[in-house]
């Protein structure tokens, strides 16, 4: 999945291996260097998102380096 996925660095959204900058916050600290994930449908349910302070439902990196 790593490999052909690149994850903002900010925000942890997983975004296209094509992307020039993240669909969520607009940062252009793109990488491909992270580890887990997590899909978020429903955050103002989610612990989870809560603990990573997301606020939009997609997929997020675990771990971002």
């Known amino acids: 999945m790593a ?3 690149l994850v903002c660095r ?3 959204r997983v975004n296209n291996a094509d992307a020039d900058s993240c669909e969520s916050c607009g940062s252009s600290s793109l990488t491909e260097d ?4 997590v899909v978020i449908a429903h955050p103002e349910d989610s612990e989870i998102a809560s603990e990573m302070q997301v606020d939009e439902p ?6 971002v380096r």
Not at 34 to 37: E, H, L, R
């Open 58 to 63: 997609g997929a997020y990196a675990l771990k």
């Open 3 to 5: 490999s052909d996925r």
């Open 34 to 37: 992270w580890a887990g994930y």
């Open 10 to 12: 900010e925000c942890h």
